[in-house]
């Protein structure tokens, strides 16, 4: 689950809480790989869509990708928000997740590449997944 070192679920959530108490030398991979125990696993998502609204690029980045490989819909509003984070790739990857989450593959709003969008192009996207989300699910808590 993480690169030098093994540690247990609870280990991670800690980290994902406070990343400032991960230890030297230790680092999260791209994707952390979801436990198969359902509490382990919904106590590591939530701290999952918790960090990517505060936490350090790094750990935004991490929950953007591996939120996106759990099809579960509580996790759409804060992968919409990620949406407008401030560093493209985190974006990027909240709208991949998006589209894995939602089996569209094509996605509302910006395309890709390598440069960032226009602002009214990833505000139209957060509007057009927020449609989308209430559509499937009229009673999503939407982050603001």
Do not use: C, H
Not at 34 to 57: K, W
Not at 60 to 82: H, K, W, Y
């Amino acid at each position: 689950m993480l690169t030098n070192g093994s540690s247990t679920i609870d280990d991670v959530i800690d980290w994902i809480d406070k990343p400032s108490s991960l230890p030297l030398g230790v680092t999260l991979p791209d994707k952390l790989v979801l436990p198969e125990d359902i509490l382990q696993r919904d106590s590591m998502l939530s701290a999952l869509r918790r960090s990517i609204m505060n936490g350090p690029f790094w750990l935004r980045l991490v929950a953007a990708r591996t939120l996106g490989t759990f099809r579960d819909l509580e996790n759409a509003p804060a992968l919409i928000f990620a949406l407008s984070d401030p560093d493209y790739r985190v974006a990027k990857a909240a709208r991949d997740s998006l589209r894995f989450v939602s089996r569209k593959p094509e996605g509302f709003g910006f395309k890709g590449g390598n440069e960032p969008p226009e602002k009214a192009v990833w505000a139209q996207a957060q509007a057009d997944w927020t449609s989308w989300l209430l559509s499937v699910k009229p009673n999503a808590e939407l982050i603001q």
